[in-house]
């Protein structure tokens, strides 16, 4: 696959372009992502889905900007997917030919099913693993699927759209009719129970997005944010009794005015028949993740390798230099919770979140080495994305954080509570993260130290010159009863 990647998804509201950079083989990132409200079906509805000349000129315009950006960022392919305003159009032909011929952009467009399993596969794969119906409301169509230990099935796709809804019942001030029509549509989707519910699209995005703000939800990431359906319900009752003010004041931005009661609707119907969703999950990817993973992963079935995560890879790959320490750290790490966590009764998951935390520690000296905790923060925080939970990423970003001596501060784990462990669990694994950074101070090419624990002391032994070691550690801040003891 080429290095750099731009993927389209014309959509019935929006249009959006992503570009990905590959690090390695299934690593990538986010270089830019641009979108615009081309709205492709305006006036189609009442028109038999004829595609109108003001909306198609729209959209041709902004897919020629988006080409120049490609353009501007070295884009070597181009994948470009279009949805339901195309699917419907009995004139898409005319709107494919003349992008083809001015803009030399082949537009591939997709039907239901296809459309539900991208938006699946993306899910399935940069989200953390659960069992869950995922639903992305679009413009034109809402698609449906169930992923069930981590793969994809009954994918669903049906003629529910913010955009439809608005111009066929809202419009007319027919809401009744709005409920009367989603309810008939939604009586084809298989009645599975489950849990979690995963929201793509612009609609769904925008709800969470308000309700992260409403809450006052200390951390600014939408993928991954999780509520519950009890909070999602009593907010759309907010928004649809809302008058445009109103709706600013609940942090709706105004190009969503008109398309999100109708997007509102289509979750509150769902939900008032499945009682059994009970927690709601954001997710920032869909369509178009899912059409650049079904491309990178086409040799694995469209699933990462075990183990695999893509963003751990990226920060690996992009802001590591010294491989061989950073590999130390996570097995030193290791070793050391190993031996104590046991004693200090720390549940064994956060295994997990310690190793990672001390492999990406040193990513922030490649910006610059002063302030480099605070670097790897910043950077952990923000890029550290795909497949973990929020409290994963913000254990990870904090131990990285605080992993030079001093513990977490008070003040940070009140910013963050909710989404941290409690004071002493911080305090634990920080200090095996700064333990590790000091032990390896010395920077040895191979490892050597031998460790043991009994009565509640460390043992630390080697037949290195570990001068600096030592004196790092006597700079460390001890958590209470914790003693460290070279032999
Ligand atoms: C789509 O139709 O999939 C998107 O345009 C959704 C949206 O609301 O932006
Ligand atoms: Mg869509």
Redesign the pocket.
Known sequence: MAKITAVI?I????ARMVIYEKTSRFAFHLVHEVKSRVRLPENAYKNGGNLQPQAMQRTYDALENFLNIASSHKVRKILCVA??ALRDAPNKNEFLAKVRNGLGLNIKVIDGEKEASYGAIACSNLLPKADAMTI?????STEFSYILEGKVTNTLSLEL??VRLKELYFDKDDIEGAREYINQELDKLKNIEIENLIGI???FRALANAIMKEIKYPLNKLHAFEFSAKTMLSFIEKVMSANEKRLKALHIKADRYD?IKP?SLIILELLKRKSDIKNLITSGVG?REGVYLSDLLRHQKEIFPANFNPSVRYLLDSYITDTNHSNQLAKIAKTIFELLAPAYKIDPQYKKELVIAAKLSPIGSALHNYSSNQHSYYLIQTALEYGFTHKEIMLIATLTKFAKRRAPSCEHIDEYKNILPNEEVAEFLSFIISLCAALLTHRPRNLDYKFSFEDKCLHVSSSDNIYLAKESIRKLQFPDGIRVEFL
């Open positions: 998804d959509g019935s509201n929006s949805t339901s992305d409301i679009g413009g034109g759209g913010t699209g612009g609609s398309v997007g369509v």
